[in-house]
């Protein structure tokens, strides 16, 4: 990241701590800073509206944490949902969520190479037929919602995916589609930390 990146602000609206946080988002925040080594800087932006984090993150959690015991009845795996998002951060030419998501899908797919591909051009980059109705539905979601007809959801059923598996798509869509524009908002930076992550053998 340049000097001239590291020098802008957080965040146009400022940023609060995680120890000036409610104790439960507080709790929360700390537990991922923990497992990563930083905090991301997309919690220090939305802490400012701390019901609003606290919404985000439960949605968030509810999408893309996939549920040990099945009960979502949704098998994507972690490395598809990231890909989703990666691919309509992208599409919405979201920097930070395209920067921290194509991160955490280098890591989740063990491949150093995915994440750049999907983001720079999501529409030609050779996928497993799977992957591809994903990657494909996502992006019509995410860029002509209104024209999604019967013969789509087909197609995705066609290349194997389940009803609880297609709705996963589309709220997954929703949700960063709405992180993508606050990102915009407060014209976010990316953590320094996500650029490196990822890319190689560990």
Known sequence: MSTAETDRPVSRFGVVEPGDLPDDLRQRIEAIAEKSGFVPNVFLALARRPAELRAFLDYHDALMV????GASGSSLSAAERELIVVATSGANHCTYCVVAHGAILRVRSRDPELADQVAANPYGVALDPRRRAIVDLALLLATDSAS???EDIDTARDAGLTDEEIWDVGAITALFA??????????LRPNPEFFLMGRLPR
């Open 66 to 69: 996939p549920a040990e015991d």
């Open 148 to 150: 999604l007809r019967d």
């Open 178 to 187: 709405m992180s993508n524009r606050l990102a915009h908002l407060t014209a």
